[in-house]
């Protein structure tokens, strides 16, 4: 299976800033998702990664709050912008193995955000 | 909009016991069920169903597809300390993105 490698693992960020999370992958796919986990809550994909593309945002989030790049097909980041406490999350980014299209998904370690 | 309700939200339960975790979904276009343990952030994938009625076994671990009736559920015998986790299901509805709709998860506390 894929190994995913996130980075930060945890931070602690002020009101009003942006953080950006990394997220690289031992081998070439071609999706990247990112998943939210609010505390309390079931994860929540945020937005699909494509190479060379523009994300694809879920209902609820946008590009301007959750920039992503994908420059080539094993690193993307993911960016939480002008945070409030409510981006207090895990944010996990997770890749499909094999490309099969069944969402046998594999997970980095995640990056747990605490916004004070 | 698809919808995974796991039952029940938490349960605690002394090492040797069988658990039983349920996992009911209302979703548009079926593809396939996912079940993951998530201990601390990450979720690690268990069990990807299908098909009705064919058990997927794992060591301690099994789970089934009920397609008619749109649920699934898993099963961990003789649990041990270790087996402690939130246990998620998930649904694939297919489709270009592979969108996965997450349930909220059982959280399992096995004592010793």
């Known amino acids: 299976s894929a190994v995913i490698s996130q980075k930060p693992s945890r931070d602690i960020c002020q009101r009003g800033t942006s953080l950006t999370i990394q997220c690289q992958v031992d081998?070439?796919?071609?999706?990247m998702f990112w998943y939210r986990q609010q505390p309390g809550q079931s994860l929540t994909l945020i937005a699909t990664?494509?190479?060379?593309?523009?994300?694809?945002?879920e209902s609820g989030f946008v590009i301007d709050k959750f920039p992503i790049s994908r420059p080539n097909l094993t690193f993307s980041t993911l960016t939480v912008s002008n945070m409030s406490p409510e981006d207090s999350s895990i944010y996990l980014c997770?890749?499909?193995?094999?490309?099969?299209?069944?969402?046998?998904?594999?997970f980095g370690e995640g990056s747990r955000l605490t916004v004070l | 909009e698809d919808k995974v309700v796991q039952s029940p939200l938490s349960l605690v339960v002394h090492e040797g016991d069988t658990v039983t975790l349920n996992c009911s979904y209302e979703?548009?276009?079926?593809?396939?069920l996912l079940w993951y343990k998530q201990e601390k952030k990450a979720p690690t994938f268990l069990f990807m169903l299908?098909?009705?009625?064919i058990e997927k076994k794992s060591g301690r671990l099994s789970s089934i597809l009920d397609k008619k009736e749109l649920f699934s559920i898993l099963n961990i015998t003789a649990t041990q300390t270790g087996d402690s986790a939130v246990y998620l299901c998930?649904?694939?509805?297919?489709?270009?993105?592979?969108?996965?709709?997450f349930g909220k998860g059982t959280l399992l506390t096995v004592n010793p």
């Open positions: 997770s890749v499909e193995e094999g490309g099969s299209g069944t969402g046998e998904l594999f």
């Open positions: 081998s070439q796919v071609t999706m």
């Open positions: 990664a494509n190479q060379g593309s523009e994300a694809t945002y």
């Open positions: 979703v548009t276009n079926f593809r396939s």
């Open positions: 299908t098909s009705s009625g």
């Open positions: 998930a649904h694939n509805s297919g489709g270009s993105n592979y969108k996965l709709t």
